[in-house]
Structure formats: C-alpha cells, structure tokens
C-alpha cells in the first residue's frame, strides 16, 4: 500500500508540473503584474506563493466538502465548471478593461511633461494598486481540474493519510512550479533592454495578456 500511494504521490507531482507549465494563466499574469507595478523579486515570489496556495486551497475545500456532503462527483465536476466559467470571464473582462484603461494613460503619459518618472506614475495609480487583488479574486475562483480526481485518492482503510501526501506533492509541486516559471519571466525580460523604450505600455501590455488567459481559460479550457 505504501509502494501504490509512493507512485500515485510522484504521478500527482508530475500531473502538478505538467498542467503548470501548460497553463501559461498560473504564470504569465503574474509576471506582467510585477513588471507593470515594479515588484521586488521577494515580494513578486510571495506573490506567486499566497495566489498559488489560495488557487488550490480553493479547489480542495470544494471538493472536501463535495466528499463531507456525500455529493455526487457529477455534482462536483458542475461546481468546477461554474468557478472556471466565472474565473475565465472575470480574466477576460478585467484584461479587456486594463488593457483599455492602459492605452489611455500610456496616450496621456506621452502628452505630459517629462517632470516624473513612469515608475513613479504607476505607484500614483490607484487602478493599477487595486490590480493584485483583482489577480488574487482570479486565482481563489480559478479552479484546479486535475486536483479534483486526487481529492479521494489514496482513500480507504489506510485512513488519510495517503491522500494528505498525494495532495502535498500536486500543491507543492504545482506551487514551485509556478515561482520556477515566474521568476525565470521575471529575470528574463529583464535582460530585454529593448522593452524599457515601451515602459508606457506596460499597463496596456498586461491587460492583453490577462484578456489572453482569460479567453485561453473560457473557450479553450486553458
């Protein structure tokens, strides 16, 4: 029994590390947010950790109280896909509003003096202070599909404590995951010097790549 839950444990982490690197909307969003707001790399990395600890928290206290309730997995599975529906269009919308919200004032900083900074402009916005919520809203909604199925897993005479495990290695797995792919974005752009000349953009830029995920999660299920 120990050997069979060792194997469903390592499977779990694979499944966590795969669907994470495939689903560009646990990354990217994140890594636009702490270029556009100036993030340090520890507060960008705690960042990472709180949404992806709040994204599968919210799919495991689904689902166990789907399993306390006795609901059907049918029941279940209907749950997930309203989350999904009303993550995928919150991202959508949002994106589609910051990313207009972002031309307007990437438009008004051309036309202003140079007597600030742009970086000193995006800390004066209060629409761009209230966006890490807005992500935090998404990523506590956003359901995580393969978790459901290791929920019940490892379940039986053994008590819990197989699906205690199985469950650690998806999160923990899918957790650093997300920090690996975030910070290599993070470091990487920075590297582009070219982007700097676009500095102005960088609102509307991450508006487009939340609108991006958002539509990816709505009508391409990731």
């Given at each position: 029994?120990?050997?069979?839950?060792?194997?469903?444990?390592s499977?779990?982490?694979?499944?966590?590390?795969v669907?994470?690197?495939?689903?560009?909307?646990?990354?990217?969003?994140?890594?636009?947010?702490?270029k556009?707001n100036?993030?340090?790399?520890?507060?960008?990395?705690?960042?990472?950790?709180?949404?992806?600890?709040?994204?599968l928290?919210g799919?495991?206290?689904?689902?166990?109280?789907?399993?306390?309730l006795?609901l059907?997995?049918?029941n279940?599975?209907?749950?997930?896909?309203?989350?999904?529906?009303?993550?995928?269009?919150?991202l959508?919308?949002f994106?589609?509003?910051y990313?207009?919200?972002?031309?307007?004032?990437?438009?008004?900083e051309?036309?202003?003096?140079?007597?600030?900074s742009v970086v000193?402009s995006?800390?004066n916005?209060?629409f761009?202070?209230?966006?890490?919520?807005?992500?935090?809203?998404?990523?506590?909604?956003?359901?995580?599909?393969?978790?459901?199925p290791?929920?019940?897993?490892?379940?039986?005479?053994?008590?819990?404590?197989?699906?205690?495990?199985v469950?650690s290695?998806?999160?923990?797995?899918?957790?650093?995951?997300?920090?690996?792919?975030?910070?290599?974005f993070y470091?990487?752009?920075?590297?582009?010097?070219?982007i700097?000349?676009?500095e102005?953009?960088?609102?509307?830029a991450?508006?487009?790549?939340?609108?991006?995920?958002?539509y990816?999660?709505q009508?391409?299920?990731?």
């Open positions: 029994m120990i050997n069979e839950t060792i194997v469903i444990a499977s779990a982490a694979s499944i966590g590390f669907h994470t690197i495939l689903g560009p909307d646990h990354y990217l969003p994140l890594v636009a947010m702490a556009t100036g993030w340090s790399a520890p507060k960008t990395a705690s960042y990472v950790a709180v949404c992806g600890t709040f994204h928290l799919t495991i206290l689904v689902g166990a109280l789907a399993i306390f006795g059907a997995y049918l279940l599975e209907t749950v997930q896909s309203l989350r999904t529906d009303f993550a995928g269009w919150f959508l919308s994106g589609a509003i990313f207009a919200w972002g031309m307007n004032w990437a438009i008004r051309g036309r202003r003096s140079r007597g600030s000193d995006q800390k916005s209060t761009a202070r209230c966006t890490p919520f807005a992500l935090f809203v998404f990523f506590i909604l956003g359901p995580c599909e393969p978790l459901i290791l929920i019940s897993s490892g379940r039986g005479d053994s008590g819990w404590f197989p699906s205690v495990l469950l290695a998806f999160c923990v797995t899918t957790i650093l995951t997300m920090l690996v792919c975030v910070m290599f470091y990487g752009i920075s590297r582009f010097s070219i700097l000349k676009f102005n953009y960088m609102h509307a991450t508006g487009l790549i939340l609108f991006v995920c958002g990816a999660i009508f391409h299920g990731h």
